[in-house]
């Protein structure tokens, strides 16, 4: 058509290789801190003393082996003892979370009641309750606000490392910076390539030229 001009050659290949270094150099840069981030606190899955590391930098001693009380009294539990046990844990902890209850085969253990807090304004702060198995007393109590600062920056290290620390914005955040973290090794090689033929092109003008 009248008044349309042809691209000149090359043009859509030059964009492409633009494209292909931008998402690598610009977008490697801004995702390179984050994705360290993740990388660095999955160590303290890995290795003990990462994660003991944690503890000695806020509370100056490694973590203290934190056991569950024993029943007082071991009696067969009632008919509606678990209805009545969460009915108290819903009145101890009222706000809204995931509440989980680990009950023991052993009468002599008790029941451990964690509850997580989806009001807080980060993730993973959990409060726990011990009661004791048959009666329903309340043997013990640890809520996340008496924890050592130790402990609540060892809880800090999950929500960091999946990027849920402070809800789908952080998350999504993540998301894009390991989709990007993914296309590195992509875009490298499509760089390398590139550079790779430039290098043979002009070696193979000499050798057709010597050839004429």
Not at 3 to 21: I, Q, Y
Not at 173 to 182: E, K, R, S, T
Request: charge should be positive.
């Amino acid at each position: 058509m009248e008044g349309l001009k042809a691209a000149p050659e090359g043009k859509t290949g030059g964009s492409t290789k633009r494209l292909t270094w931008d998402l690598h150099a610009v977008g490697g840069f801004y995702v390179h801190l984050l994705v360290f981030t993740m990388a660095f606190t999955g160590l303290t899955w890995s290795y003990r003393w990462f994660n003991d590391g944690i503890f000695i930098v806020f509370d100056g001693k490694p973590p203290a082996r934190k056991s569950p009380p024993d029943n007082q009294v071991i009696v067969m539990p009632g008919a509606r003892f678990y209805e009545d046990l969460y009915a108290d844990v819903q009145r101890r902890l009222p706000y809204r979370g995931q509440l989980t209850m680990n009950i023991p085969l052993k009468d002599s253990f008790c029941i451990t009641v964690s509850k997580l807090n989806a009001e807080a304004s980060i993730d993973n702060v959990v409060d726990f309750l011990f009661y004791e198995k048959g009666t329903g007393k309340l043997l013990a109590a640890r809520p996340y606000i008496n924890e050592s600062r130790g402990m609540k920056a060892r809880r800090l290290v999950k929500p960091i490392h999946t990027g849920s620390i402070y809800g789908w914005p952080t998350k999504i955040i993540a998301f894009i910076a390991c989709l990007f973290a993914v296309s590195l090794p992509i875009t490298g090689f499509m760089i390398w390539l590139n550079r790779k033929k430039k290098i043979l092109r002009p070696q193979q003008l000499k050798r057709a030229a010597a050839t004429v």
